[in-house]
């Protein structure tokens, strides 16, 4: 009786991702003619030819193509499987692996966290970078949560889920000394010292989109892609800084800085992105949950 060998799945996945047999025998370190003898093997097992053989290179058959999305498909649940026993810690605790945006509010991060900090049986990994990076990583089932300033693009091979947390409009904070001068927006920033996130932050378009409509530029002291370092500089004083108030939100509370101007036209959004996964981690949904619960969202202009 015919029966599915793993390994024939897995080579034959490769196969189809190269179209060719000596580039996909060298990623799987094996000879040419051993890999065409797995493949003749799973050809052999499933009664079809998979691929028909031009000048150009291999190309799926008909039967190729629909065996190839039950192989991605078990494939998938196989390395889940993997993850789920390798990234199990012993003792009945719970791991939970999240990426961070490196720009990421640090505020917002143990806002997200805390439910779960502390907890008995629960051990937190986390890891910083780009957006770019951290998706890989997620897709390469490395981390079960991206937290992010901005949703992930989906297509057909990466269906990640990018949950809205939290939207806020952004502030310029400064020292209390600020608030003294009655700085009108956007008319009295000619040359007024700013702080501002780098220019891949939607909130710095914005405001740079605003200052042009209004004929104004201020002096921008810093740009920085950090808002731990925003958060530092503006406490060091002579500027303001735009940033959401989550950011400086102890500085706030105990009077070190003051929001000068709450900018309703520049929102900041907060993002759990996921990927689709047969064996998701259950503290991924309850923190999701949790904070979305404790944020509802705050009404924006209609005009938005």
Do not use: C
């Amino acid at each position: 009786m015919p029966f599915l060998n793993y390994h024939h799945l897995r080579y034959f996945r490769v196969i189809a991702r190269e179209l060719s047999l000596s580039r996909a025998a060298r990623k799987l370190n094996l000879s040419p003619p051993a890999l065409s003898i797995q493949l003749r093997q799973l050809e052999g097992s499933l009664g079809h030819t998979l691929f028909e053989r031009r000048r150009s290179g291999l190309v799926l058959t008909e039967a190729g193509r629909l065996a190839l999305d039950y192989a991605e498909t078990i494939g998938r649940a196989g390395e889940e499987l993997m993850d789920l026993m390798q990234h199990q810690p012993r003792g009945g605790r719970h791991l939970l692996r999240v990426g961070a945006m490196a720009t990421l509010s640090r505020n917002f991060q143990l806002e997200f966290l805390r439910p779960v900090l502390g907890r008995d049986g629960v051990e937190i990994k986390i890891r910083s970078g780009a957006l770019r990076e951290l998706v890989v990583l997620l897709h390469a089932l490395e981390v079960d949560v991206v937290l992010s300033n901005h949703p992930a693009r989906r297509d057909s091979e990466t269906t990640w889920h990018s949950h809205l947390l939290a939207e806020q409009p952004a502030s310029l904070v400064g020292e209390p000394s600020w608030k003294k001068k009655r700085l009108r927006f956007p008319e009295d920033f000619r040359d007024v010292p700013v702080i501002l996130p780098s220019l891949e932050s939607n909130t710095r378009l914005g405001f740079d989109r605003l200052m042009a409509a209004a004929g104004v530029r201020p002096r921008v002291v810093a740009e920085v892609d950090d808002m731990a370092m925003i958060r530092l500089l503006v406490r060091e004083g002579g500027a303001l800084a735009l940033v959401p108030p989550v950011v400086v939100r102890g500085e706030i509370a105990d009077g070190r800085l003051v929001e000068t101007h709450r900018l309703p036209q520049l929102w900041e959004t907060f993002y759990a992105i996921t990927p689709t996964r047969r064996f998701p981690n259950p503290l991924v949904a309850e923190l999701v949950r949790t904070f979305v619960a404790k944020n509802p969202p705050e009404d924006r202009p209609s005009s938005r």
